[in-house]
């Protein structure tokens, strides 16, 4: 089972931008499809962005032209660059890890990102 730990999150203003990290425990390059989702408080856990092993990106509408996903395979990690953030971004961010042929995903603690002046 893979160990993803979140990190980047905090209180940024409207506009503004933040980079989240999900560092995972082992080689990124044997894990299918990494992805980033978000909640909020009384509301369902939604895919925000996700990238697969031969560097396929695809993004949820509401946050296409503003986020960007990356991974940087020496460092195992994940990456969620957001620009132009709005007070509706504001959620818990998740990392999720699939791996080929696995039923199972992993999940990552979350980190907060609250947006407001």
């Known amino acids: 089972q893979v160990q993803l730990v979140e990190s980047g999150g905090g209180l940024v203003q409207p506009g503004g931008s933040l980079r989240l990290s999900c560092a995972a425990s082992?080689?990124?390059?044997?894990?299918?499809?990494m992805g980033w989702y978000r909640q909020a408080p009384g509301k369902q856990r939604e895919l925000v962005a996700a990238?697969?092993?031969?560097?396929?990106?695809n993004y949820a509408d509401i946050v296409k032209g503003r986020f960007t996903i990356s991974r940087d395979n020496a460092k195992n990690t994940v990456y969620l660059q957001m620009n132009s953030l709005e007070p509706e971004d504001t959620a818990v961010y998740y990392c999720n890890a699939r791996r080929r042929w696995a039923l199972n995903t992993n999940w990552g603690q979350g980190t907060q990102v609250t947006v407001s002046s």
């Open positions: 990238i697969t092993s031969d560097d396929s990106a």
């Open positions: 082992e080689d990124i390059r044997n894990i299918a499809v």
